[in-house]
């Protein structure tokens, strides 16, 4: 009995551990999704930056950069912004690379085939802190001139919900065990 109740403690912890962000798990990002890294068709320069906002990278995530005859260079703002790798940060050949985003903040990627850059094949990657969540706070609302309150909201805050979520597996998991 003593095992099952050590065992119901551990499952538990690795449980809430999980709801609240504890254990975090580090991703690979396949740039360009099924396209990989290449030029892109006219009219879509802005491909690989529309790829990169529907996502959404930690420190401790990867990108992969595949392609052919080509290659992935990593470089500054200005280098972005003018095409140039002068000043090259990394610079990756190889048709299959892999580059760990180490740190929080911007990073910017060029193709270093001839005209590529210019044609749109160039990458800016945001990359968020370990534990950085995005806040939302609505506009505050504007009270109405009479003097009766308002019900308060049926709207359950995040941790409410959890908890609810919480009680409800423990008691399935007590049920499993009487």
Known sequence: MASLVGL???????????????????RVFKVGDGLGWQ??????????????????FQVGDSLLFEYKNDSVI??????????????????FNNGRSILNL????????????????????????EVMGLHHQRSY???????????????????????AAVFVRLVSVLVVAVGMFV
């Open 8 to 26: 119901f403690c551990s499952c538990s912890l690795v449980f809430l551990a999980s709801m609240n962000g504890l254990v975090d798990s580090a």
């Open 74 to 91: 990593e470089v500054d703002k200005w280098g972005y912004y003018h095409c140039n790798a002068s000043k090259s940060i990394v610079v």
């Open 137 to 159: 706070s609505p506009p505050p609302i504007a009270t109405p001139p009479y003097s009766f309150q308002l019900a308060p909201s049926s709207q359950t805050s995040s941790g």
């Open 102 to 125: 180490d740190r929080p903040g911007p990073f910017y990627f060029i193709s270093g085939a001839p005209n590529h850059c210019k044609n749109g094949q160039r990458l800016i990657v």
């Open 39 to 56: 030029e892109p068709e006219d009219n879509n320069t802005a491909m690989y930056n529309q790829w990169a906002e529907r996502n959404r």
